[in-house]
């Protein structure tokens, strides 16, 4: 069976000591639910911090722990009490934990906790290393271990990496205050598959990726060297029927009845989180003080049920928010409680299973209000929890990650409070069949996608990019590839090359001018010219391509298909395009290039170009993506296109392109040959169109349409030639 290894800060299981003895605690947590389903179909081994500090551990107890754990396939990485404050207390939970919350002025940094947090993460990889064999799948939880997946590609090339991120990945204009930041991308690079939540934080990600590395990502693959990874949102679910089913248990059943003595049919509001200043408590106060300012007639009528489980609480933000919060419970039930009526009722601590079960079941509405949440699940459990009934509602923030799976929610900005106290005041009018409806429309979902399925979903996509990484291998032009399409170029009768000419038949110049033909190039082109069609498909204008190739027997294509000669040397528009736009792109254009020092604007006949080929790459690449979003805008309904070719944005029309230009060749005839080349993303239009019997080879970039890869433009070349030869051997 093939062994899938887990990697989190913690265990999903807690050592303690009790009189001097190991106590051993398992935790039902939701990530230990859904990776259960995949124990079936694989090994399962699970590495993680056992919660017990090591100063508190002789040798020969770590030893006990360690033979004890393995038995279930976990493997402990033991810390110390110092490891712990600097790496989890210090930089997980000063540095990451408030920035990529949105809470940038709560970020603190250090070096020596940034160090610590190098350092445990090496830890975890060398245990990882310890266990690991080619073959296994990893795994990596989260933003305690956000270097680990470089780490351990360093150290085993060949193993598949994924990591999954828990809480949200903030926007770009945040996560670069990390002074860690490139460290960071590049630690998490190393995984062959980055999951998130939900779709927004992928963007994040990938802007960040392009913003501070330079790397270029289609459709969420990014080129990282020689490999690809896979960006992509994972929404992670709960063990729904957990839940759902939880009413059936007697004591949940016997607290409920309890409850609602209590309660004496007064409507019960309820929240549930650890106290952590993101989860937005204070404005969710605020806002219920406000609804009964305004709604007195709710007085006596309702009662606010709050859960606040205690975290990191040593740590000064906690404490203060702990004060605040304790004040602001006192406050409002001095202000508005009456002798028998005590309008929030406050707990600080965690509560067993079935009270929270029994919580849910009971509450009338769920508050679930953070200012920012990866995902939050106690959304999701309330809803399953309402299985039978479904006569709950749902007042969920929209900063939450899971506000973008349960629309029927109502949605809220934590931030408006009057906003927020309506909403509550709405909930407890809900007609009785809106909140039904709503209820099971969420539910159909949620017990659809749960966390069985979510954990299944990532290893599967895992277990793709994986077969794709080994496919890759396969794309590459070897020797046997080439002789083989030597072969079929020598056996076949009517040859159509179509060939790029940038970075496919010659490198890169500084300045486009410069990158000529040279004489070997002309002569090989000449003489492939006899034998097949030779076409020159680019996206130079008309007159530097005719200067160059004029004299030769070939078809040329100029500013990406606008214009066509054919091998007679007539020039002629492929179809009627015209130019009135450049007036007004044009100075935009210029202003980049004030802007950035190197580049230049090429006018051609159909479109204009920004290259920034001579750039910084890191400032070029930036003001690049700038560009690429302000044209977006512009030109979005005028029927034009902004791309992206290498190192450089180009605004053409929207119905000219290469795959266009390269239907009019490939319906000239009936070819029992199809040869096309290309290097960057033009070209990706040329090899979509191309019937499937077509050879068609990517130079350089390892993401394409194409059906193989080279690396360089001496790879083409070699090729042709080997072409040529063959047909000389043959005849
Ligand atoms: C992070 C991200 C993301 C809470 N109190 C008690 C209790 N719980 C359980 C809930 C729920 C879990 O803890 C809390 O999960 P959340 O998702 O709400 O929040 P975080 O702890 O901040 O988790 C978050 C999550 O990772 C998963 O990726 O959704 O955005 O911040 O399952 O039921 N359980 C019991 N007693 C309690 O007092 N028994």
């Known amino acids: ?50 919660g017990i500090s ?29 490891d712990v404050g600097l790496y989890y207390y210090g930089f997980c939970n000063k540095t990451i934990w ?32 310890e266990i690991a064999r080619d073959e296994d799948l990893i795994w990596v939880h989260d933003y305690h271990l956000m270097l680990l997946p470089e780490m351990l590609k360093k150290s085993m090339e060949d193993v598949v990496v994924g990591f999954f991120l828990h809480i949200p990945f903030p926007a770009f204009e945040v996560y670069r205050l990390l002074p860690t930041r490139v460290e960071i991308l590049k630690g998490l690079l190393g995984a062959d598959l980055i999951g998130f939540h939900i779709y927004d934080y992928v963007l994040h990600f990938l802007n960040s990726v392009t913003y501070l590395l330079g790397y270029e990502h289609t459709m969420g693959e990014i080129e990282v060297g020689n490999r690809i990874v896979k960006v992509d ?47 937005g408590i204070l404005h969710r106060l605020e806002a219920y003080e406000l609804f009964l300012e305004r709604y007195p007639e709710y007085i006596e009528k309702v009662i606010l049920l709050m859960v606040a489980v205690p975290t990191r609480t040593g740590m000064e933000h906690y404490m203060d928010l702990r004060r605040e919060v304790e004040e602001t419970v006192g406050r409002i039930n001095g202000r508005f409680g009456t002798v028998g009526w005590t309008p929030i009722w406050y707990l600080y601590r965690s509560i067993p299973f079935e009270t929270l079960c029994t919580l849910y079941n009971a509450a009338d509405v769920a508050l679930v209000t953070p200012l920012r949440d990866g995902m939050n699940l106690v959304a999701k459990e309330y809803i399953a929890a309402k299985d039978r009934t479904r006569d709950g509602v749902l007042v969920l923030s929209e900063f ?38 709503r209820c099971a429309s969420m539910q159909e979902r949620l017990k659809r996608y749960t966390v069985k399925r979510w954990a299944n979903d990532f290893v599967e996509s895992l277990i793709k990019v994986e077969r794709k990484l080994k496919g890759l291998v396969l794309m590459k032009v070897n020797r046997f590839i080439l002789e083989d399409f030597a072969k079929r170029f020598a056996d076949a009768e009517k040859r159509l090359l179509l060939l790029d ?79 009135h736009w450049m007036e007004q792109i044009r100075p935009i254009m210029e202003l980049f290039v004030d802007r950035t020092p190197g580049a ?29 979003n302000t044209l977006s805008q512009l030109v979005f309904n005028l029927n034009l296109e902004v791309i992206e070719g290498n190192k450089v944005v180009e605004v053409r029309n929207a119905n000219i392109n290469k795959g266009r230009a390269a239907i009019h060749w490939v319906e000239k005839d009936a070819w029992d040959m199809i040869f096309s080349c290309g290097d960057d993303w033009t070209d990706e239009d040329m090899f979509s169109v191309l019937p499937d019997t077509a050879v068609t080879v990517k130079v350089g970039a390892l993401t394409t349409q194409a059906k193989y890869v080279v690396e360089s433009y001496a790879d083409v070349r070699k090729m042709l030639e080997s072409f040529l030869e063959r047909v000389a051997d043959e005849s």
């Open 98 to 129: 408030p920035l990529f919350h949105y809470f940038y002025l709560y970020m603190e940094y250090d070096d020596a906790s940034y160090e610590a947090y190098r350092r445990i993460n090496q830890k975890f990889c060398e245990k990882v290393l």
């Open 600 to 628: 230049f604007v090429e006018q051609k006949e159909f479109s204009l170009a920004w290259h920034y080929r001579r750039c910084d790459p890191k400032l070029g690449a930036v003001r690049a993506r700038e560009l690429k």
């Open 54 to 82: 090591k100063d508190e551990l002789s040798p020969s107890e770590e030893q006990e722990i360690s033979a004890k754990l393995k038995e279930e396939g976990f493997y402990p990485v033991f810390l110390t009490h110092d």
């Open 233 to 279: 949102s994972f929404p992670m679910g709960i063990d729904y029927e957990r839940f759902a089913s939880s009413i059936e248990n007697r004591r949940v059943q016997r607290e409920l009845r309890r409850l609602k003595r209590q309660l004496d049919g007064k409507k019960l509001l309820l929240s549930v989180d650890r106290l952590d200043y993101t989860k």
């Open 501 to 579: 000419y940038d970075g496919t038949l010659v490198p890169f110049a500084e300045r486009p001018e410069r990158a000529l033909p040279d004489e070997e190039l002309l002569r090989l082109l000449s003489g492939l010219s006899n034998v097949s069609t030779v076409v020159i498909i680019s996206g130079r204008d008309r007159k530097v391509l005719e200067g160059w190739f004029g004299s030769l027997n070939v078809g040329l294509v100029a500013e990406h298909g606008a214009w066509i000669r054919e091998p007679s040397g007539d020039w002629h528009l492929l179809e009627p395009v015209s130019n």
């Open 1 to 50: 069976m093939r062994r899938l290894i887990i990697v989190s800060n913690r265990l999903p299981l807690t050592v303690s000591k009790r009189k001097g003895e190991l106590v051993f605690t398992r935790s039902a947590g939701g990530l230990a639910t859904g990776l259960g389903s995949i124990y079936r179909d694989f090994e399962s081994i699970w590495v993680g911090w056992p």
């Open 400 to 437: 939450a990650g899971a506000a973008k799976e349960m629309g029927e929610a109502i949605l809220v900005n934590p931030n408006d409070v009057l906003g927020l106290s309506e909403a509550i005041r709405a909930a407890l009018e809900m007609p009785r069949d809106e909140k039904l409806e």
